[in-house]
Each structure stands twice: as C-alpha cells, then as structure tokens.
C-alpha cells in the first residue's frame, strides 16, 4: 500500500487523497446538528459533528452517527415511479419526471372538477422545513386541506403556549434552581444529559415525572412516577398545594395573569383527598416536590408529549404553574422562543406564516376542525388523524385525492385504517425518500433529496440562519421538496406568481421585512443576522403579551368567548380512560415513548440501528409478569380493542405496575396498529397514544 493508500483507507482529507470536508446538517432529525461530510469522488465516506455549527457543536447522536447509512440505504427512491401492481404490492415502473408531473396535475385537476378542490388534501410529514412551500400550495390550488404530522406531534405544547402566553416557550435551565423535568428524557441526547449533568453539579434541583422509571429517575432529587395520562391531576395538585401555602408570587399574578381565580378554583378539587387514586402517587410525594420548588426558585419547565386526552390542559397547567411562582419571563424559568419560521425559533420574524395565510380558503372548514374548532382556531389546517373520517364515512365531506411528502400511515392511530383509506382514494402520490410501505399505496412516488442533496432553510439559537449548499448531487433523479412544489405550481398553472419564481426567489419574498436574502446565508457555515434580537428578562411581559388580554391566560379568554364549544376555560381534569373497560382490559398501554437508538421509524431497519436498539419489546413490570406468567424474552399477545400485536416481553421496571410500553412505528409489531382512534383529546384532537386500555397474555409457542 502506498502512502496516499494508507491516508485514503484512514479518510483523510487532502489534495492527493482527493477528499474534501463540506459543512451541511443531519438528515435524520429536526435539531440540524452540523456534519463534516468527508466527499470523494461525488459520495460521503464519513460523517461527524462540526464543532463550529450552532447546532449541535461537533455532537452527534447516535441517530446522527448513522446518518451516511441512511442517506445511502438500499430502498431509496432514485426515480419518479408509476404504480402497476394493486396497491401496496410494491410493483412500479420508472416514468420521467415530466409524466410524474403530468399525471398529478391532470388527477388532482380532474378531482377538483368532478368533488371541488376541499376534496384534495395536500400533506406533509417529514421534514418540516419546506412545509411554508406545502402550505402555500395547497392554498393556491383552493383546498383548506392542508395537513401535517403535527396533529400527533408536538402541536398540542406549542397551542398550550399560544393559548396561556401567546407563543412557545423554553426552560432557561443553566440559569434555574429547580427543574421540573414532565416525561423529562436527557439521556437520549449526549447534549442534554451534559446540560443536566452539569446543572446538578452548579447546585440545582431535579424534580422528574415519568410514568416510565428511565434513567432520569436515578439522577432526580425527587422521583414521582403516575398512572399513564393522569399527568394534569398532579400539575393541579401541585398548584393547589403552593397556592394554599402562600408559595405563590402574588404581585407577579395581580400585575400579569389573567384568569387565576378560575384556575385557582379548578386547581382546588385536587388535593388529599383524590390524588393517590386518580394517579398513583401519593400526596405527601408530591407536597415534598413542592416544597422543593418553593425552597429553590426561580423554576425552569420542559415542555411534554402529553399524548393523551388531558394532553392540552397538562401543558397549560405546567405554564401555570410557571406563572403562579413569577416564573415566565425571568432568568432562570421559562423565556419566550416566538418561532421565525415554521416552528424554529429565532429571536426575529419571517413572514412564512402571512405567506401562507395570504392565500388560504376561508370555507370550507378543513377537515377534522368542525370537532375540534380550537385546534382550527390555532392551527388553520386540517387535524390529519381526521383523515380516514373524511375519505371512508365522508366526514365532515369526502376526501378524493392526497398529495403528500412523506406520509406514514403508521403513525395513525388505528393505522389499518388509515391504509384502508389510502387504498379507497381515487389518487395518492406520495414523494418520500425511501420505498416505504405507505409509498407502496401510492399511485405516483415522486424521489426525494436528502439535506446533503438539497440546501435547505435552518436556523439556530442565538440568530443563526443557514442555507447551506448540497455537498452530494442528488442521489438518482430525486428532488428538493420545495423544488417540486414550485414546478407543480408552474405546470398546474396556479395563481400563485411567487411559488411559480421559484425556491429561491420564495424564500427571499419570505425574508422580505429582514436586512438580508438568501444569498447572505448561504455560504460555508450558518451566519448570525443583524436582525436578532437577544430575550430581555421581563421584555414579553412588560411590552404586554400577544393573547387577547395582553396577560398570562390561566382562563384562556379565547374559549371563555366560544361557549358554544363546550370547552373549558381553565385545565381541568377528565378522566385518563374509559374505566368501562378495565375489566377487560386491565392494563394501560404506553406508546410512543422516544428511543435513542430511532426517530420515529426513521432509522427503522438501519443494520447499525438494528444492532443497537435490539428487537422490538413490550416492557411489563415484575409483578404484573409474575401474575400473568410470563417471563423475560417470552413472546405475549398484546389485545385493545382494535386489534393485537404479537412480541417479545421485557420484564423491567422501567413500567410503572399496571402499565406496559412499546416503541411505535417498528413494522414488526406496530403498536399504533392497536392504538384507538376515537379517544381523542377535545382540545387539540390528539389521540390517546400514551393512555389506551390493554390486556396481555402469553403467544402460543411456535
Ligand atoms: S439525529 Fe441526532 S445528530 Fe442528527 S440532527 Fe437529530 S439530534 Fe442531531
């Protein structure tokens, strides 16, 4: 082996290795960590963190890690296909981009014509960053229905933020005495477990509640661990507990809340008499945890996936809790993160949203909104788990036609049923980087570029934007996204003179209030712009807050004007279950909890990933195995009422007794599968993936 052998074999970078470092971001999740991407001869040979990006300073994941393997995994989509076989088959033929093109334009046209344009829904999974371009379009088209992945996601957190503050909020935790860590799960990232290492170290306080005993737990001051769903009853209990012992900043509320009384009222029924039996955890436990905030202010919050049916309300009560004890807008409890585009924050404003409002149809109601008109109030788009509603029972009116970038079944609650829907519709095509399952339904597969194939819009705290240039040409034929939309708007000859410009001129008509194009933030690393603005304790509040009385809402003012929605004003409790079922279904069901090794089901089928995470598991606490009889490593049916599963037990305490949790989204045993989808929040529409009803028993052996 020569030299130059030996420098290529170990992947350094030099002119006679021919290797190059080029700067872009992670594919694989929205947190766009900067990569290193070692290039030779047009391919990646090496991924690592890039120490001078914002984001991520030279960390990566363990998701990141595999990020090459992912960009080059063996079911890319590498051409525009036509399907030829029955839906889901997986049998396609390659076509060219011009008749890909052609024959959406001509059936989502011929949809429109024959059941008008609302029967067309335009849906975006992931990514999110080209969703401005999705939105747009489909406004331009004239359909209300534009959806997202959102309406299970994080949406419900950012629409409890809107509601109480006026927008999203983050803990300032390096600054806090105490942090209340809800479903709180640092060791998924090295970041954040440095970040909360080193805060207990400086003195700090960590209060974790987790229906799952993980990792966080050992490291926790104080541990509470709740019956699944029941989350609200204790954020309530803990306000009545500091608000009867005077633990309360009283001027704070008397200057800048709105709606205490009401909220104190509600927060009132839950105290020690109740608490134990609605949620498992004992009151003394949870006074112990309240003397510790009150020992320890200023009190910093993280935001939680509360999906289950309080899951608004469990967001607005922890931003009360916020409030009650003079902790929003303060150094060291939680400061506003108002988003600059889609949901990244920035310290400045684009005008993404007017952008897409600018155009939007005003009738008919988007789907799912007539049952959840806050959700409509907030969101203005469709509630996407409302889709098999509209598409097989036509309510509130029939879907024909979806037109989607990236749509996972899958992530559906009761998914069979969203891929019966998908298989009634007269057109779906789908664009996806790879050929997954809910790509097999579709009729058209548009290829997909990755984000070391495309450039593509970041920003970072502290005012960093990017739009990094492609360090690959795309893999195949795929396209950027939002490549793809513009051209549609061409070909399908819509009114939208600026989607028609183009990507480029878009987002600088997007950029238009800001001192700079996108010309500026497009070079070899993110640029901080002129037009941040660093948070100043006290700014939001003292400059009056953006919610309707220009104060922290515990009463949200909103729905006090909207009675004819039968919602309620301040958080309150409702019941986690249907305990009508408990008899059959003793146990209550947990899925959806992150695992480290995933993204969701990104990574799914990864070989690396595959080693790591293991094969997917139901984890059973002791004692609930030992009465069912079951052992590690046994195989048990898992039974809801919509369906079961088949997979391997894990006996571990990581479940509370009671309750058992699955990973999502692994084909093999797809819990979402047997997820219902009528149990849904009334505020939000988000369905119960965190609090469903089950029964286990032991598979016949094979
Ligand atoms: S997968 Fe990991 S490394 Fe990649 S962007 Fe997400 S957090 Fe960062």
Redesign the pocket.
């Known amino acids: 082996m020569t030299e130059t052998e030996k420098r290529i074999a170990a992947k350094i970078p030099g002119e006679d290795t021919g290797i190059e470092i080029k700067k872009s ?9 900067g ?1 290193n991407a070692y290039v030779k001869d047009g391919k990646i040979i090496k991924i690592e ?1 890039c120490e001078t990006s914002p ?2 300073k030279g ?7 595999s ?1 090459r393997g992912y960009i080059y995994k063996k079911d890319r989509v590498l051409y525009p296909l036509k399907r030829v076989g029955e839906r889901g088959e997986g049998r396609f033929e390659r076509i060219s981009w011009d008749e890909a093109y052609r024959t959406i334009a001509e059936k989502l046209g011929a949809v429109k014509a024959q059941y008008g344009p609302q029967a067309v829904t335009v849906y975006s999974g992931h990514t999110k960053w080209y969703r401005t371009f999705v939105q747009r379009f489909a406004y331009s088209f004239g359909t209300p229905n534009y959806a997202t992945e959102s309406s299970c996601c994080f949406t419900h957190g950012y629409m409890a933020g809107k509601s109480v503050l006026g927008f999203n909020v983050g803990p300032d935790m390096k600054n806090a005495g105490v942090f209340l860590g809800w479903s709180y799960c640092p060791h998924r ?1 090295p970041r954040d477990l440095k970040a909360v290492l080193s805060f207990k170290k400086n003195g700090g306080k960590l209060i974790v509640v987790d229906c799952r005993r993980t990792q966080a737990a050992e490291i926790a001051d104080i541990f509470l661990q709740p019956i699944p769903g029941t989350d609200l009853a204790i954020i309530l209990c803990m306000a009545n507990i500091l608000i009867e012992n005077g633990w309360i900043d009283k001027e704070y509320i008397d200057k800048y809340v709105y709606g205490f009384d009401k909220f104190r009222a509600a927060a009132a029924k839950y105290g020690k008499d109740n608490i134990e039996a609605l949620s498992g955890v004992k009151y003394e436990d949870i006074y112990k945890a309240c003397e510790l905030i009150h020992g320890h202010l200023p009190m910093a919050i993280n935001k939680f996936n509360g999906h289950h049916v309080n899951g608004f309300n469990a967001n607005r009560a922890l931003y009360a809790l916020s409030a009650i004890t003079g902790c929003y807008d303060v150094k060291g409890g939680q400061s506003p993160k108002p988003f600059a585009f889609q949901h990244m924050g920035g310290g400045f404003k684009t005008l993404d949203r007017e952008f897409c409002e600018a155009k939007r149809p005003l009738s008919p109601l988007p789907i799912g909104c007539d049952k959840f008109p806050l959700w409509n109030w907030y969101e203005h788009e469709a509630q996407a788990i409302s889709i098999p509603d509209s598409v097989l029972n036509g309510e509130p009116y029939p879907t024909k036609a979806i037109m989607a970038f990236g749509l996972n079944y899958r992530m559906w609650p009761d998914s069979q049923r969203m891929k019966e829907a998908l298989n009634k519709l007269d057109f779906f095509a789908d664009m996806d980087l790879f050929l997954t399952d809910t790509a097999k339904m579709a009729d058209i597969v548009l290829p997909a570029a990755s984000t070391v194939e495309r450039s593509d819009l970041k920003f970072y705290p502290g005012g960093y934007m990017w739009y990094p240039a492609p360090v690959i040409e795309p893999l195949g034929e795929s396209r950027p996204d939002e490549q793809v939309v513009c051209d549609l708007a061409e070909i399908m000859d819509l009114d939208d003179p600026v989607l028609r410009s183009g990507v480029v001129a878009t987002y600088d008509h997007i950029l238009r209030d800001l001192s700079f194009k996108i010309k500026d933030v497009s070079g070899p690393d993110p640029v901080k712009v002129a037009d941040f603005k660093p948070w100043q304790p006290m700014q939001a509040l003292t400059a009056g807050l953006p919610t309707p009385t220009r104060k922290i809402e515990l009463s949200c003012s909103v729905i006090e004007d909207h009675p004819e929605w039968g919602l309620c004003s301040v958080p309150d409790y409702m019941p986690a279950f249907d305990e009508k079922e408990a008899a059959e279904y003793p146990l209550v069901l947990v899925a959806g909890a992150r695992n480290k090794n995933r ?1 969701h089901s990104r990574l799914t089928n990864h070989p690396w990933e595959r080693a790591a995470a293991g094969e997917i598991d139901i984890q059973i606490h002791p004692d609930d195995a030992a009465e069912l009889g079951i052992k590690d490593g046994d195989r048990v049916v898992v039974e809801t009422r919509t369906g079961s599963i088949e997979l391997k037990a894990s006996v571990t305490e990581v479940s509370r007794r009671g309750s058992v949790n699955i990973y999502h989204d692994d084909p093999s045993a797809p819990a979402n599968d047997i997820i219902p989808s009528d149990r849904r929040d009334p505020y939000t529409g988000f369905p119960a993936f965190k609090s469903s009803r089950c029964r286990i028993r032991k598979a016949a052996s094979r």
Request: aromatic residues 8%; contains cysteine.
């Open positions: 971001v992670c594919p694989v999740c929205d947190r766009a960590c990569i963190g984001g991520g960390f990566l994941c363990p998701r990141g890690i990020a990232d993204f």
